[in-house]
């Protein structure tokens, strides 16, 4: 499959079965807006940056709960997180999901505000692919970040919902400080496209950086 960085939390995965585009931001995030089509949107939660269904053409099926779901053979699973440390006292709940194609998991982790519970790895089950925010203040912090990917053990790290040149005045941190003293290979991929098959996957945790 191929994975493509489309900035913020938002990723177009290319599969033999479909489409998927997750989190889709509005034209008031300041990233390049790309024509996104699909087959399958999947939206973390109800916040501007997250929920631009309609700038998704191909008339796809969107996904936002929990629970199983299935479409054009995709399964998709939601499991329901805090997108603060207060139980979503703050900023509400989020929906993380696990997609399968491919003999690959993927899992989403949104907006993530918090460490998840024995609980939530449970539902969440095994990851191949595991795409986290590392830029805090909205999300879980760097630190935070680490330790999930720690419990979670999965085999290529991707990290999303960090500050870069196009939102330079977010409070959120640079993906470094989650890079720092990271005790996993660090892969930098020259482009914002990765090609990912199960064949493919490194044995161990690696860290995917995609060019933005």
């Not at 973390?44 to 099926?61: I, L, Q, T, W």
């Not at 989403?108 to 095994?126: N, Y």
Request: a negative charge; charged letters at 30%.
């Amino acid at each position: 499959m191929e994975i493509e960085y489309n900035g913020h939390a938002c990723f177009t995965i290319k599969t033999s079965l479909g489409t998927i585009v997750t989190d889709p931001f509005g034209e008031d995030i300041p990233y390049p807006i790309k024509e996104l089509t699909a087959d399958i949107v999947t939206v973390s939660h109800e916040h501007f940056d997250h929920n631009a269904v309609k700038r998704v053409k191909g008339n796809p099926y969107v996904v936002k709960d929990i629970g199983e779901h299935t479409y054009r053979g995709i399964k998709i699973k939601g499991t329901k997180a805090s997108h603060d440390k207060s139980r979503g006292a703050q900023r509400g709940q989020i929906t993380i999901f696990t997609m399968e194609a491919e003999s690959l998991r993927l899992c989403h982790l949104g907006d993530l505000g918090e460490i998840l519970s024995e609980a939530q790895l449970k539902d969440i089950g095994e990851v191949d692919i595991l795409f986290i925010p590392v830029g805090g203040f909205y999300t879980i912090e760097p630190d935070e970040a680490k330790a999930v990917v720690k419990s979670m053990n999965p085999k290529v790290v991707i990290p999303m919902h960090y500050k870069t040149n196009y939102v330079k005045e977010w409070s959120i941190k640079p993906v470094d400080e989650f890079l720092k003293d990271i005790p996993y290979p660090v892969k930098k991929i020259e482009s914002n496209k990765v090609e990912i098959t199960k064949e493919t996957l490194p044995k161990s945790t690696e860290v995917y950086l995609l060019k933005i």
